[in-house]
């Protein structure tokens, strides 16, 4: 593969939806390949071990995992275009088992690369604006956002020219490229939170003052895995032009003062949960008081210009509602439930934001073979100004559809096995790849979302169940956001055995919560049961509009707990 | 030195492409039926000195001895579900790599 790939090369007529590099950026990552291939050399040669070795790999998302390498890649703040996704399908096929992993930072991993081939592999993911740097190390990772970024109604603004502001900040930032631990921002522009925010090290949340001024709301300390916390507001309202500033102040407090002796208390949530958040903010900004914040200093021009690659897409000017979706929902139900489900409002009216669910039912949660990506990638250029996004649930999301082309698009998908009607519902599980591949992880968790998955194959109960967030970890680290889920599973060793957690109550929005353990461990055959048994009462129970969380919250934890019991008692083994 | 408390193979991943190996008679192998299997702490010490031989002769990476039980053919199977999954491969995509044989292919 090479640059002038003709049959990668961006269509004439795309729209500029997504940042471009400049030359800098370009030459930079070739660079940082050029430098990787040469670590992989010594390496192989043996003028480097595996102790001095690590470091370089894992700087470029190299990890060794269970039964292979594994090469996380980087998709910032979610976003891809189809050009990109084609490339990722082609690595697939040509360096690793036909199929990538899109995780719940928005990235992707391939879960069977070479050593050897791991050079070649990214000067292919080079050729495409792409690489794998801080996909893993003490550092700040890749920025993530609100996956409807730049169409969702309900914005203010598009959080993706923070994002993609942030990024060039951090990457490869002197100054934190050796924190006490790693690093999560993530960046919304909405009164709905669909980005997490609440659990990363630091969340923004865009915001307007009373003078219409936009600034940013900032939330310190919010993080998962094996202390789980919801941050804390650190900043009412950062001006735009003090925003790096401001996150530069709280990376310096975090790195002086963060714990470096244990690293299960290096995260930053850590330190704000030990000094409170008053002394972490009067820490802030004594920082931010006494630094020089002229090297920071707010460059409109540069936003502009960031912000410009964000532009929106040469819409046509459409009726709100689509009579040919109308009608085409009334012939098939199918693409109805699809319509339903799937298909979230557009901010322009007669366009749609289309969920491409990862999670067909007994599937891997995630999961897209390379025939599938090439799929996607197409139509988001045959329906959508070819672009994509990667949602932290493990989705896909095609964000500029026109609502007269949703019945070809749902015929596409479907061909391609891509037209699961299940967003949000109780089979769309968010699942970490757990010991199925991971080298940390302590039980599977892949196959108890798929048990669960086909335990409501139903697709009506589904519906009539509606909303449910069921998120799975396979370890204490919590990559599947188990602490969040309205259902959480995590799963452990007990006695030598796998062994599920079940937690209830966890939010991952602007009313985040995290989850009340339920009760003992259950086995992997058990799961299914619990949960059944739990949605069950809850639909029970439930009153009029009410989600899981909401019945939860109204009926208190000891009622669902109450269920279990009573169901051991009926000779259930619960 | 931890007690020996059942029969041990020595478990490693290959270093240029990653994938499980297992220490046999004739050097790393990727069918652990093929492992050498230390019967007393004397033998597993010698797994571990070949080991660390070939991690300074970049052959392998992140090696450690591994319990096993024998079964009725001799051939060793580990004892921790770790690294039974280890050796069968992941339990899912069971069209692909070693899973799919150990599992016939099925999806």
């Given at each position: 593969m090479t640059a002038v790939d003709l049959r990668m090369a961006q269509r004439p007529n795309a729209p500029m939806t997504t940042y471009r590099y400049d030359e800098y950026d370009a030459a930079f990552v070739r660079e940082r390949v050029a430098e990787f291939r040469e670590q992989v050399r010594r390496r192989l040669s043996g003028a480097l071990t595996e102790e001095e070795f690590r470091p370089f790999r894992l700087m470029n998302g190299l990890y060794l995992q269970l039964h292979a390498y594994m090469l996380r890649v980087a998709i910032p703040y979610g976003t891809l275009t189809a050009r990109q996704m084609r490339r990722l399908a082609d690595i697939a096929d040509q360096w690793d088992k036909g199929y990538g992993h899109f995780t719940t930072r928005q990235n992707l991993q391939y879960n069977w690369p070479k050593l050897v081939d791991t050079p070649d592999i990214m000067e292919a993911l080079a050729d495409v604006e792409m690489h794998a740097i801080q996909t893993s190390g003490n550092c700040i990772r890749n920025v993530t956002a609100d996956h409807f970024a730049g169409v969702a109604?309900?914005?203010?603004?598009?959080?993706r020219p923070t994002a993609e502001f942030l990024r060039q900040w951090s990457s490869l930032h002197p100054e934190f490229s050796f924190l006490p631990r790693k690093f999560k921002i993530a960046v919304t522009g909405a009164e709905h939170d669909r980005a997490a925010i609440m659990v990363h090290d630091v969340g923004l949340r865009i915001v307007k003052n009373d003078k219409s001024q936009i600034g940013y709301q900032v939330v310190v300390g919010g993080g998962l895995g094996r202390s789980p916390f919801i941050g804390k507001v650190v900043g009412d309202f950062v001006p735009r032009e003090d925003l790096l500033a401001f996150l530069e102040a709280i990376m310096r407090v975090y790195n002086r003062?963060?714990?470096?002796?244990?690293k299960f208390k290096a995260r930053i949530k850590i330190l704000v949960h030990e000094k409170g958040i008053e002394e972490i903010r009067a820490a802030v900004e004594a920082e931010f008081a006494a630094m020089d914040r002229s090297v920071f200093s707010h460059d409109p021009a540069e936003f502009e210009r960031i912000a410009a690659f964000f532009a929106p897409p040469p819409y046509e000017t459409l009726p709100a509602a689509s009579s040919a979706m109308g009608a085409a929902k009334l012939e098939t139900p199918a693409f109805a439930n699809f319509v339903d489900v799937n298909v979230s409002a557009h901010k322009i009216p007669g366009y749609a934001i289309v969920t491409v669910s990862l999670k067909p039912i007994g599937g891997v949660p995630g999961d897209a073979t390379s025939e599938q990506m090439r799929v996607l990638a197409d139509a988001s250029e045959r329906f959508g100004f070819g672009e994509l996004r990667v949602s932290h649930e493990q989705n896909i999301i095609l964000p500029h559809v026109k609502q007269d082309d949703l019945f070809a698009l749902w015929r596409m998908l479907d061909a391609a096995g891509l037209a699961t009607a299940n967003a949000g519902l109780v089979s769309d599980i968010i699942s970490c790849p757990g010991l199925d591949y991971c080298a940390l992880a302590t039980a599977r968790s892949i196959p108890i979302a798929q048990a669960i998955s086909k335990r409501f194959s139903d697709m009506s109960r589904q519906r009539r169940i509606g909303k449910l967030g069921i998120k799975i970890s396979g370890c204490i680290n919590a990559c599947g956001h188990h602490h969040v889920g309205a259902i959480g599973i995590l799963g452990l060793e007990k006695k030598g055995q796998e062994s599920y957690q079940i937690t209830l109550g966890g939010d991952p929005t602007f009313s985040a919560s995290i989850g009340e353990i339920l009760g003992p461990g259950v086995t992997a055959e058990q799961a299914p049961d619990v949960i059944e048994h739990l949605v069950d009462f809850y639909l029970a129970e439930r009153q009029e509009g009410e989600a899981f969380i909401d019945t939860w919250r109204r009926l208190g934890h000891s009622r669902f707990k109450d269920v279990l019991r009573r169901e051991g008692e009926d000779g259930a083994d619960i | 030195m931890a007690a020996f408390k059942h029969p041990q193979i020595l478990i490693a991943s290959n270093l240029t492409d990653g994938e499980v190996v297992f220490l046999g008679p004739l050097g790393w192998e990727r069918d652990h039926r093929r492992a050498r299997v230390a019967q007393n702490a004397e033998e597993a010490a010698a797994l571990e000195a070949l080991g660390k031989r070939d991690i300074s002769a970049n052959r392998v990476v992140d090696v450690y001895l591994a319990d096993v039980e024998i079964g009725k053919d001799g051939a060793p199977t580990p004892l921790h579900y770790r690294e039974r999954m280890r050796v069968r491969?992941?339990?899912?995509?069971?069209?692909?790599?070693k899973q799919a044989a150990a599992s016939g292919g099925a999806p």
């Open positions: 109604p309900d914005e203010i603004e598009d959080p003062f963060g714990r470096r002796d244990n | 491969g992941p339990s899912v995509r069971l069209d692909l790599g």
